[in-house]
């Protein structure tokens, strides 16, 4: 009997796992619909916290150092930001209308360089289109065909109306919640503690935020830094290879490089068209392209691991599965903020024992993880 009992009790262990697993996949299911139908709210909100895993560490600072008010030093930090921002907007708003404003005439220039390329793609589509006219020719027409009907879609100009509505809400609503998060502090951290029943407890929990902090703020600074200073170099590469509007090509690479492997490949293409409407010569068309390529291989395969892979080493497979999803889910801004995600995500894994596990998937252990594990040792 006591074998029967016990054999219950696995066997009741057993539906009770199974059924923890199951709701946890439709939770984790339930997240993902969630997230795609509320982006709106959702994209602001999380940027708003990436923001002010960057910034708290610069309104401490001030706080501690230079004896400013903590909500004075927030304030600072997040009117900078703002004018930081205007002010790039403002500097790039007359080259990036130029080129809107140019790009048809620019598409009709490529179209011109590239008709010899195309002429042999060009006749098998000639040939393709004549044989699909002999076909449709030899059916008999039917009387009962549906009627094809056209339902007129938005214009252009309601399109880009609606769309920098929605990004003017998103932007207010993140600069709101930056501005609270930065000026509330620890507050959260100390509320959290003061949940904790023991003090081992309390200790623990801010142990993991200090240092869970501690790492996403370095890895956004120090990702940040390197695609500003990525930018900087290929402007100064354009501007030497005579490629129109720098400047401007220098942000887009800067923005770019926060999408791993797609956005060195989109900007380059970028360049590779503005080389072919600008220059005349193969050589000055192969050139700016080849350099952005160039500048963006070194960036990612020297100069980010030296600097990065001390505090976090992500899988590269679990990375492009991240940007897969996120840009399936969230569009432009999910790309941008998969890997920041990604990110915040591992760092938070190996600070909690309980998703250590899920961590070690997501990434192999940074050289100080390897350094702290021999000293203990």
């Not at 027409?141 to 938005?154: E, T």
């Not at 390529?293 to 492009?320: H, K």
Request: aromatic fraction near 6%; charge should be neutral.
């Amino acid at each position: 009997m006591s074998d029967g009992g016990e054999a219950v009790n696995e066997a009741d262990g057993d539906s009770v796992q199974i059924r923890w697993s199951a709701g946890t996949w439709l939770l984790i299911l339930a997240l993902f619909y969630t997230a795609y139908f509320a982006k709106d709210v959702l994209i602001p909100i999380t940027l708003a916290f990436l923001l002010n895993l960057l910034c708290a560490p610069l309104v401490r600072g001030m706080r501690r150092r230079l004896r400013i008010p903590q909500i004075v030093a927030a304030v600072i930090v997040v009117v900078c930001l703002i004018g930081g921002v205007v002010a790039s907007f403002y500097a790039l708003s007359a080259p990036a209308a130029d080129w809107m404003n140019r790009l048809p005439a620019a598409m009709a220039e490529i179209e011109r360089k590239l008709q010899p390329f195309r002429a042999p793609v060009k006749e098998v589509h000639d040939a393709a289109r004549k044989v699909e006219r002999l076909a449709k020719s030899e059916e008999p027409p039917d009387p009962a065909a549906p009627v094809s009907v056209i339902v007129r879609g938005p214009s252009l100009t309601e399109t880009v109306l609606g769309q920098t509505t929605a990004i003017s809400v998103g932007l207010l609503a993140t600069i709101v919640l930056l501005l609270f998060l930065l000026a509330s502090g620890d507050t959260l951290l100390r509320q959290a503690i003061s949940i904790a029943p023991r003090l081992r407890d309390k200790k623990r929990i801010v142990e993991i935020a200090r240092d869970s902090e501690d790492d996403i703020s370095y890895y956004l600074l120090t990702i940040t830094m390197i695609n500003a200073g990525l930018g900087c170099l290929i402007g100064v590469a354009m501007w030497l290879l005579n490629v129109p509007n720098p400047l401007l090509w220098g942000v887009m690479a800067a923005a770019f490089n926060y999408i791993p492997f797609v956005g060195a490949l989109v900007g380059a293409g970028v360049i590779a068209l503005v080389s072919v409407v600008a220059f005349d010569s193969a050589v000055a068309i192969a050139a700016p392209p080849v350099v952005y390529l160039l500048l963006s291989g070194i960036e990612g395969q020297l100069i980010t691991p030296a600097l990065v892979a001390r505090r976090l080493a992500l899988n590269p497979v679990v990375v492009f599965l991240s940007l897969i999803v996120w840009s399936w889910i969230w569009g432009i801004a999910g790309a941008l903020l998969a890997v920041p995600l990604l990110a915040t995500f591992k760092i938070m894994c190996d600070r909690v024992e309980s998703l250590q596990p899920i961590g070690t998937m997501l990434g192999s252990p940074t050289l100080a993880d390897a350094e702290d594990a021999k000293a203990a040792s």
